[in-house]
């Protein structure tokens, strides 16, 4: 068997900005207080959107062509595209196939990760797994995408969250260690709490879909803390257990940039200091499924991540799921 190690990483910022304070205006009669109280919680205090006509693909594939070129690759020497999104282009073909097509990486093989914000670590969990054990994987392409702005309802005070943008990194198959191990949650007990609930097999879409909203996002009921607060830490430490690390050997950790209050919280039950810790929510708001690869990448344009360090990715995605992937960095990874 062979390892897998993280060659290189790019991002796609958009470049339209919508700062908290136009939002304070758009929710002054309908929300006054819910901006501010956000912002206190979450560090969001800005976030960009996409061009109208771009689709998440579109976002992708800016993501991966920095990666690609950071590596040194081009898009012929992809073996294998993952793309993790719950903003599809499409119900289907899968948004993967897509990229591949925009990209011009006609040997790739490609499919769809689609758990929100969990889809980064879980796809390279995948990712690792696949080229362990086949001999054809040499580069393989991780991209997350989102462009949930495009998918809620400006009205709505929930689209304060939705931040569009991509982060991607590629793998390389290694005779040295990196991806060191992968764990994974879930419970669809609260599968109705956030979502798009008409467009499916469940609900296809119809006039009355539509005219109801339930072919855009939907916050439904508030997830109760304690499935970040507690299943954070529980995926940190089920890692630590089955890696074989401790605590104190962790270097960074990255969580899902969807509220700075959590990851302090969290980092604290670990006794971790926050300065292992990378969050980047209040330049360019909550992400979901790219918000893990685009900190990432911040990460290691910032120089906090180097050769030999321990990095854990812990991604929490509605539903839920939650993943969580801890590797070791190489002399390998383009800084």
């Known amino acids: 068997m062979h390892h897998t190690i993280l060659r290189s990483t790019g991002i796609h910022v958009p470049k339209i900005e919508l700062p908290n304070a136009v939002l304070r205006d758009r929710f002054a009669a ?4 819910f901006v501010e109280k956000m912002e206190a919680s979450t560090g969001i205090r800005t976030r960009f959107l996409a061009h109208p006509e771009w689709a998440t693909s579109d976002l992708a594939v800016e993501a ?3 990666a690609l070129a950071r590596a040194g690759l081009a ?3 992809v073996d294998l595209i993952l793309l993790g999104t719950d903003s599809p282009d499409y119900v289907t073909p899968a948004t993967s196939v897509v990229v591949q097509h925009k990209l011009g990486a006609k040997r790739a093989g490609t499919f769809d990760v689609g758990c929100a914000c969990a889809s980064f670590p879980t796809a390279i969990a995948n990712a690792h797994g696949l080229m362990a054990t086949n001999k054809s994987l040499r580069h393989v392409l991780v991209v997350g995408a989102y462009r949930m702005s495009k998918l809620s309802d400006p009205s709505d005070p929930n689209s304060f969250f939705y931040g569009d943008g991509a ?3 590629v793998l390389e198959r290694s005779e040295e260690p990196g991806i ?3 764990t ?3 419970d669809g007990a609260f599968a109705s709490f956030w979502g798009i609930f008409a467009g499916g097999t469940a609900e296809p879409a119809s006039h009355a879909a539509v005219e109801a909203g339930r072919t855009q996002v939907r916050v439904t009921q508030k997830y109760p803390p304690e499935v970040n607060d507690e299943g954070w830490p529980a995926i940190v ?4 257990r089955d890696v074989g690390f401790g605590m104190n050997d962790i270097d960074l950790v990255i969580f899902t940039q969807v509220r700075r209050r959590t990851i302090e919280k969290v980092m604290a039950a670990l006794e971790l200091p926050l300065d292992k810790t990378h969050m980047i929510m209040d330049k360019w708001g909550y992400t979901g499924s790219a918000c893990i ?3 990432l990448h911040d990460a290691i344009e910032q120089g906090r991540v180097r050769p030999g360090q321990l990095v854990v990715l812990v991604g929490s995605g509605v539903g839920h799921n939650q993943a969580g992937v801890a590797l070791r960095v190489t002399d390998r990874l383009v800084h």
């Open 75 to 77: 898009a012929s020497d």
């Open 184 to 186: 994974f949650r879930a």
């Open 293 to 295: 690869p685009m900190a």
């Open 64 to 66: 991966a062509k920095q």
């Open 180 to 182: 060191l191990g992968a």
């Open 237 to 240: 430490r089920s890692l630590s």
């Open 30 to 33: 309908t929300a006054p207080e």
């Open 167 to 169: 982060g991607a990194a």
